[in-house]
């Protein structure tokens, strides 16, 4: 794990084609240019755990607590270390644990669980594009990411039909300088934040250019999984853009915000960029109030603002972790007899068709 592996075992693991890790690829091969130059965060990617047998072994849990761990999906197991030392070893039911781990579950064929849940087919306004609100659009900056959620509802997302360089994006930036309604461009995917800075520095200034573009929006879980993203170049590129750099991060549970994450988050928010969270509602994961408290007590410690609580949108794979709506909306209301106003995130679902997210009451 100490060592530096060279780019071919990375290559190897981007060979499925229709995986997101394809993207990961054309991400890390601008890296793979000056091998040398690999910051602290690409090196510690490329020793991420990519089994879910690794993953077990490494937390001491024996592989059979969990059935069959070798499921048909092209959507492999991704875990930064940094983000599995928060895990706690020898629990089968760490909460943690349980968003990444590859298991069998997610092979069943279940109605009502599709391939895109939220039809972002029928967003698309141009290559990387998609548009479902009024006033703001997301660019699908990448479709790698630093950690695979389980649950994530653009796991069978087809990324390779996206711009992967910066002559291909520029039909979308094109689109949003002749729309002068978009004040507000999120940059989402996959995680914005797995460019490196050289390539995000351009897609922030072009964007920056275009005199309507007054907000800049990252979607990103980096800050909680691979803290060591967060760097002082990072946020001096964040801070001299024109528009207003806004931060969406996504954490699940109260342990994720611990030890380097904490740290990251800081440093985001004393820079003077607000940082909000949004979070997942997973069975058996964080469906009860005392998980949700400390989620949004420890993330509101640090200066981040809970924002959204989603009702899982139902993805192939995915059913395993639904919680039902109204065990979301009691959750809520306990919450807010616990905590002050600005710390109860809002409960919402995304429903095809609606001009913004849905609030569940
Ligand atoms: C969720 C989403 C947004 C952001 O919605 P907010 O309510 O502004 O956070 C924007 N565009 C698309 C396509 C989305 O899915
Ligand atoms: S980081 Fe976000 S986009 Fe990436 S797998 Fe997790 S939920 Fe999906």
Not at 35 to 52: F, K, M, N
Not at 63 to 73: F, Q
Not at 121 to 150: D, E
């Amino acid at each position: 794990m100490s060592s530096v592996p060279d780019s071919n075992s990375t290559r190897t693991l981007s060979s499925d084609a229709a995986s997101p890790l394809q993207a990961a690829d054309s991400a890390n091969s601008e890296t793979h240019e000056d091998a040398t130059q690999q910051t602290s965060w690409q090196r510690q990617l490329a020793e991420a755990i990519r089994s879910p047998h690794d993953l077990l072994a490494a937390l001491n849990i024996p592989a059979d607590a969990y059935g069959a761990l070798t499921p048909k999906t092209g959507f492999p197991t991704l875990v930064p270390i940094s983000f599995l030392k928060r895990m706690e070893p020898g629990n089968p039911h760490d909460p943690l644990l349980r968003q990444v781990l590859q298991t069998s579950q997610e092979d069943g064929v279940i109605s009502g669980f599709t391939a895109d849940p939220v039809d972002d087919a029928n967003a698309r306004i141009a290559p990387g594009l998609l548009q479902k609100y009024a006033g703001r659009a997301l660019l699908i900056a990448t479709g790698a990411c630093a950690v695979h959620c389980r649950y994530c509802f653009r796991r069978e997302y087809p990324y390779q039909q996206e711009p992967r360089t910066l002559d291909d994006w520029q039909p979308a930036i094109q689109e949003i300088a002749d729309t002068p309604s978009l004040t507000e461009v999120i940059l989402s995917g996959g995680d914005p934040l797995m460019l490196n800075d050289q390539r995000l520095a351009t897609l922030c200034e072009q964007l920056d250019a275009i005199p309507h573009v007054q907000r800049l929006r990252l979607h990103t879980r980096l800050p909680i999984v691979l803290p060591a993203r967060v760097t002082s170049r990072l946020l001096q590129l964040l801070t001299s853009l024109r528009s207003q750099p806004v931060v969406v991060v996504h954490a699940n549970h109260g342990h994720e915000i611990a030890d380097d994450c904490e740290v990251a988050l800081r440093q985001l928010v004393r820079s003077g960029i607000p940082v909000l969270n949004q979070a997942v509602l997973l069975r058996n994961i964080n469906d009860t109030v005392e998980d949700l408290e400390l989620l949004c007590r420890r993330l509101s410690n640090v200066g981040v603002m809970p924002y959204y609580l989603h009702q899982l949108d139902r993805v192939h794979g995915a059913a395993h972790f639904e919680a039902d709506r109204q065990t979301g909306i009691s959750l809520i209301q306990q919450l807010a007899a616990r905590l002050p106003g600005y710390a109860v995130p809002r409960f919402v679902k995304e429903i095809p068709g609606k001009p913004g997210k849905t609030p569940l009451t």
